[in-house]
């Protein structure tokens, strides 16, 4: 991401409809909690996505 100055990306399912957006921020505190990533397909979202 850094090397191509972008700060987020969008993230989509399996026939590539977009289901969210991950930042440089949400991956600087998946690093800041080791352990705290999870791996593998998420779970579908019930409602829209909130922060």
Do not use: F, Q, W, Y
């Amino acid at each position: 991401m850094t090397h191509n100055d972008v700060t987020a990306v969008l993230v989509v399912d399996g026939v590539g409809r977009p289901i969210g957006v991950v930042s440089e921020a949400d991956l600087v505190r998946k690093v800041a909690r080791p352990g705290s990533c999870r791996t593998g397909p998420a779970a579908p979202a019930d409602g829209p996505l909130r922060r």
